[in-house]
C-alpha cells in the first residue's frame, strides 16, 4: 500500500487546452505528463473516463467500461492518417477557458465519423491493422458487445433511454437483438472503432506516464447510470422494476447538515444477494477492467459497500429511504482472492460509521482528508493536518469543491476565515491557495494531492464540479500558457523541501 511520501495532481483530461474545444490525449496530455515529472510529482488523478450523457457528468456514464469519444485526438488520428489537416480548416472559434459541449460534440463526432470510414477503407489494405482491430474486439467482448449495440440502438431511437424502447429490445429478445445487430452494422462498426481508438491512445499515454515514473489513479464510481448498457445488459444485478424498467430503489444520501432533503441521485441500486450469489462476478470484470488501464483505483462513495442509502421509486426527494446492509467484506475478499492486493483508495467523506472505517481498514485502504473541512469546528476535527494518520491521501480540495481561492473568498464565514489565518499564522504573498498546498504538502498524510486550478491560483469560476448544480459542471479548462516556469520551479522546490521528491 501507499507508505512512501508523495504528491501529485487532480486533472481531468477534458481539461488540456485544444483546439478542438475540449481536452484529449493529443500532445497536451504528454506535455501535462512532462510537466507532472519535471515537478517531481508521481500521481495524475483523473475523473472516471467513461462515456458521458445527460449533464456531460463523468460520473453518469452509458457505460462503466468504456471510453469517452470525446477525449480521442483527431491529431492523433491524422498521424494514423485517419484525417487530414484540411479537415481542422474550418473549426469554430471555441472558448479558451471552458467546454461548450454541445457544438463540441457535434465537431468532433463529425472528425470520428470520417476518421471511421477512412479507417474501414483502410482495413481492407492494411491486415496489420484488421488483426490489431479484431484483437482488441475480442479481448474486450466481454464488455464491448453490449455496449456498441446500446449506442447503436440508442442513434437509432434518436437517444431515448432503453427503457423507452420498444419491449422486445427492453427485454432483450434474442430475435429482436439479432435483426439490429443486422441493420444497424454501420452504427456498431463505428462505436467499435471509437473504443479501438480512446483504448489505443489512453494506453499510449499512460505507458508514457508510468516511463516517467507516474502513476494513474482512476475513479470507480459505486453507482452506475440508470440509463446505460450496464443497466440494460445486466438488470438481474440491479433492484429493476421488470415491467416499467424503472428503479424500484434509487441512490442517494439521508437528509444532513448540508441538506434538510438529503440526495437523491435516482441511479438503481444493486441486487446485493444476487451479486453474491454470483461471486460478484460483475464488480471483479469491472475492476479488471479499470486496472488495465489506470495503476490506482479510488472507489466515489466507498461507505455504500458497508451499507448504502435505498430511496423507494417515486420518492422526489431522499427523505424516505433506508439504510441497506452491503456484503462489503465478503465482496473484497473475494475481490482480493480473485485480482490479488488491491491498489484500492476509499472516499470516504460524508456520514463514516464506526463499520465503515473498520471495513476500510480490515483491507488496509487509504481514506482521504480534505483541508477546506478542517476549520469549522473544534481542534478534534479529523481533517486537521495534526489529526491525520499516515494512511490517507490529503487534498486541498476534490472536484466537487470550490477551488481554494472560491473558498476562502466566498464561501467561508469570517470566523473560519480567522480560524484559517491563526491556524497559518499569516497569509503569505503567494496567496491562500500556496498556502494550502503547503499544508497538505508538508502534512504526515502518505500521499498529497492538488487541484490543478489550485496550483493555478483560480477562483470559483474555475470548479469544476458543484453538487446539485444542474448545469455549468465538468466544463473547466486551462489555457496552453498556464503552466510557467515560475509554477514548476516553486512546486518543485516544495515538493522537495516536503520530502515528496
Not at 487534498?395 to 466537487?400: L, N, P, Q, S
Request: proline share 6%; glycine share 6%.
Amino acid at each position: 500500500m501507499p507508505s512512501s511520501r508523495l504528491s501529485g495532481i487532480l486533472l481531468h483530461p477534458t481539461s488540456f487546452p485544444s483546439r478542438f474545444g475540449i481536452g484529449d490525449l493529443g500532445h497536451e496530455a504528454y506535455r501535462f505528463v512532462d510537466f507532472l515529472a519535471h515537478t517531481h510529482q508521481k500521481l495524475w488523478q483523473i475523473l472516471p473516463l467513461g462515456p458521458t450523457g445527460f449533464g456531460n457528468s463523468p460520473y453518469m456514464c452509458y457505460s462503466a467500461m468504456a471510453g469517452n469519444p470525446m477525449l480521442i485526438s483527431p491529431e492523433r488520428l491524422k498521424d494514423d492518417g485517419l484525417l487530414e489537416e484540411a479537415d481542422f480548416a474550418h473549426l469554430p472559434e471555441f472558448p479558451l477557458d471552458w467546454v461548450d459541449f454541445e457544438p463540441v460534440i457535434a465537431v468532433k463526432t463529425a472528425l470520428l465519423e470520417k476518421a471511421c470510414q477512412n479507417f474501414q477503407a483502410k482495413l481492407e489494405d492494411s491486415s496489420q491493422a484488421h488483426k490489431a482491430f479484431e484483437t482488441f474486439c475480442q479481448e474486450k467482448a466481454s464488455w464491448l458487445e453490449d455496449y456498441v449495440l446500446y449506442m447503436a440502438l440508442k442513434d437509432d431511437r434518436e437517444g431515448k433511454p432503453w427503457y423507452e424502447w420498444d419491449q422486445p429490445l427492453v427485454d432483450r429478445e434474442k430475435s429482436a437483438l439479432k435483426e439490429c445487430q443486422e441493420r444497424l452494422k454501420g452504427r456498431i462498426f463505428y462505436h467499435q472503432f471509437t473504443q479501438f481508438k480512446f483504448f489505443q491512445q489512453w494506453e499510449a499515454v499512460k505507458s508514457y506516464a508510468n516511463e516517467k515514473n507516474v502513476e494513474i489513479i482512476g475513479d470507480i464510481p459505486i453507482y452506475v447510470a440508470h440509463d446505460s448498457a450496464d443497466v440494460w445488459a445486466n438488470r438481474d444485478n440491479f433492484l429493476i422494476d421488470s415491467e416499467t424498467g424503472q428503479p424500484e430503489l434509487m441512490a442517494g444520501v439521508p437528509p444532513d447538515y448540508f441538506s434538510e432533503t438529503g440526495q437523491l441521485w435516482g441511479n438503481p441500486v444493486y441486487d446485493w444477494e444476487y451479486l453474491e450469489k454470483t461471486d460478484f462476478k460483475w464488480w471483479i470484470d469491472r475492476f479488471q477492467t479499470m486496472l488495465d488501464y489506470v495503476d490506482w483505483i479510488r472507489i466515489d462513495h466507498f461507505r455504500g459497500f458497508e451499507s448504502f442509502w435505498a430511496v423507494p421509486e417515486g420518492e422526489e426527494t431522499a427523505v424516505n429511504g433506508t439504510w441497506m446492509e452491503t456484503p462489503g467484506q465478503a465482496f473484497f475478499e473475494k475481490l482480493e482472492q480473485t485480482l490479488g492486493k488491491l491498489p484500492v483508495l476509499a472516499e470516504d467523506l460524508g456520514i463514516i460509521t464506526p463499520e465503515v472505517e473498520a471495513l476500510r481498514d480490515k483491507f488496509g485502504f487509504p481514506g482521504m482528508k480534505v483541508l477546506h473541512f478542517a476549520f469549522g469546528s473544534d481542534p478534534g476535527n479529523p481533517f486537521l493536518p495534526y489529526n491525520l494518520p499516515r494512511n490517507c491521501l490529503i487534498y486541498t480540495g476534490t472536484h466537487d469543491n470550490n477551488t481554494t481561492l472560491g473558498w476562502f473568498e466566498s464561501d467561508l464565514p469570517d470566523w473560519e476565515c480567522d480560524r484559517v489565518v491563526n491556524y497559518l499564522g499569516h497569509l503569505s504573498p503567494n496567496g491562500i491557495h500556496w498556502d494550502l498546498i503547503r499544508l497538505a504538502l508538508s502534512s504526515v498524510a502518505n500521499w498529497a494531492i492538488i487541484p490543478m486550478q489550485d496550483l493555478l491560483g483560480l477562483d470559483q469560476r474555475a470548479r469544476m464540479n458543484t453538487p446539485g448544480k444542474a448545469e455549468g459542471n465538468w466544463s473547466w479548462r486551462y489555457r496552453p500558457d498556464s503552466i510557467s516556469e515560475w509554477l514548476c520551479d516553486r512546486l518543485q522546490l516544495m515538493t522537495q523541501l516536503y520530502g515528496r521528491s
